[in-house]
């Protein structure tokens, strides 16, 4: 095994998540099911509502469904059964869905799906991988219009797996794209490490700047963007496998999960330009396992991995970085499961993985492992609060809570206190925060600065009945980081704040 020192910091670190706070989840959406959902993604603008994405397949159609909690049936957004083609394996299908930033102005969504090729002579293509964009109905703000369709980009799929499925917008406004390396086994078709091809790679285009008759732009800092070589022009980095979920944090870093083959599975923190190794490695080790020594130069090392075992799991889903609100226990820890043995894990780079969830409640009163497609964070305000939500393929939406706690004198079990953001962040004069806790509690609420010190007591004293939300006014204070904190004596919770000028 190589990559030594990077072992060596992950089984000998501290635990991951403080105090190993448990967690359990319940229904985000009670009384709905879904068929096949794959993802939950959520639109600029409307901070209330869920678009989840349902694969489709030889049952239910590929479409995009939306609604809010407390909904008593969600509504169809997107349809793409006339075109989508999501009867020839469990990787193929509509599998990716990403808003513009801009959305609540211009309207424009992006899809990610496979579509059907007329052909049947063997090593040819037999999908086909599309990029399109859709625009928002013009008589309907929660219907996107079918007609609309413009196809951005598309790649020949030799075999029906390893799609990837993944888009996503960055901070810089940017759009990734992670494809799979062409499917069958053992990179087959010769992908991974091919740079002339778009499979295999996360590819980074842009919507917005697009030269005259070009269906997109090319960054500028994609690496091959400037050169007169055949590598592609929209790969940003390569060397995957089949990159079924990624996800980009609010700083840019760009975490990817991607799937293993045959004794890893494996997290990489990208990076443009780099390697990641498929199919000289997987994971942490020579590929294929036989082989006792490889050519390591150029190549980036996965961030965490773990063993095709009864410890592990077998098939990688990504999730994303817990940055503010929602369950504060998880702030700054990357989320990921695995779809096949149910476990999820919170990781915090120079920290070991913990295992935070290996069931999920079943019909008949006890539990199940849940099939982990997606993790994904919850709409920012309303009952889930931007909570993280654990998407089972088997069609339930879970939202992830912090576990009761038991009094010393076994009294009834009382929920730990949770802190939110209620308002804007950064923000100028005045934002907001939101208190969970029992009623009645006593806590305490301070404003601190960067140094730990306090500079604000926000309130102090019992927790009022329903929603408690708490001014923060931003006027007495310099430009800067701080950090409301709760205090209560069933837990504490902090949310860091940014006032600007």
Request: hydrophobic share 40%.
């Amino acid at each position: 095994m190589y990559r030594l020192a990077l072992s060596l910091v992950l089984l000998l670190a501290g635990g991951a998540v403080s105090a190993q706070p448990s967690f359990v989840v319940e229904d985000a959406f009670p009384g709905v099911t879904f068929a096949s959902p794959v993802g939950v993604e959520l639109a600029p603008g409307q901070d209330t509502r869920a678009y989840v994405i349902e694969q489709g397949g030889t049952t239910a159609p590929p479409r995009v469904l939306t609604l809010e909690s407390g909904d008593a049936a969600p509504t169809v957004f997107l349809d793409l059964s006339d075109r989508a083609s999501s009867r020839d394996g469990t990787e193929t299908g509509l599998i990716g869905l990403a808003f513009h930033p801009d959305y609540a102005e211009n309207g424009r969504l992006f899809v990610h799906y496979t579509a059907p090729v007329a052909t049947s002579v063997p090593g040819e293509r037999v999908l086909l991988t599309r990029i399109s964009e859709f625009t928002r109905s013009a008589t309907d703000p929660l219907a996107a219009d079918p007609a609309s369709e413009r196809i951005l980009l598309e790649a020949d799929q030799p075999a029906r797996n390893h799609n990837g499925g993944k888009i996503a917008f960055g901070p810089d406004g940017h759009l990734s794209i992670a494809l799979g390396d062409g499917g069958g086994a053992d990179d087959e078709f010769g992908q991974g490490q091919d740079p002339t091809t778009l499979l295999g790679a996360l590819l980074r285009i842009d919507v917005d700047d697009v030269p005259d008759g070009a269906a997109y732009g090319i960054p500028d800092g994609n690496p091959f963007a400037l050169t007169d070589g055949p590598e592609r022009d929209e790969i940003y980095a390569w060397g995957l496998r089949n990159p079924w979920k990624f996800s980009i944090a609010s700083d840019g870093a760009i975490w990817l999960a991607d799937v293993g083959q045959r004794v890893w599975e494996e997290v990489n923190r990208i990076e443009a330009g780099r390697n990641y190794g498929w199919n000289t490695v997987e994971g942490p080790d020579c590929f294929p396992e036989t082989v006792t020594s490889c050519d390591l130069s150029g190549l980036a090392a996965p961030e965490v991995w773990y063993a095709h075992d009864a410890q592990g799991g077998f098939s990688i889903t990504g999730g994303y970085v817990v940055e503010q609100g929602g369950t504060g226990a998880l702030e700054g820890h990357y989320l990921y499961g695995d779809f096949v043995s149910g476990r999820m894990w919170a990781y915090r780079p120079g920290a070991s993985p913990q295992v935070i969830l290996e069931s999920v409640p079943a019909a008949n009163g006890g539990t199940r492992t849940p099939n982990i497609a997606a993790i994904d964070p919850a709409p920012p305000s309303g009952p889930l609060a931007g909570e993280p939500l654990l998407v089972d393929y088997a069609g339930t939406i879970h939202v992830l809570r912090l576990a009761t706690i038991a009094t010393d004198e076994g009294a009834p079990a009382a929920s730990a206190p949770r802190l939110r953001l209620g308002g804007a962040n950064p923000f100028a004069t005045e934002t907001r925060v939101e208190v969970e806790a029992r009623p009645g509690t006593a806590a305490r609420v301070t404003l601190a600065d960067a140094l730990g010190r306090t500079v604000a007591v926000l309130h102090d004293g019992p927790v009022p009945a329903g929603t408690f939300r708490l001014p923060v006014d931003g006027r007495p204070l310099a430009p800067g980081v701080y950090h409301v904190r709760l205090a209560t004596e069933a837990g504490q919770a902090s949310v860091p704040v940014v006032r600007v000028r």
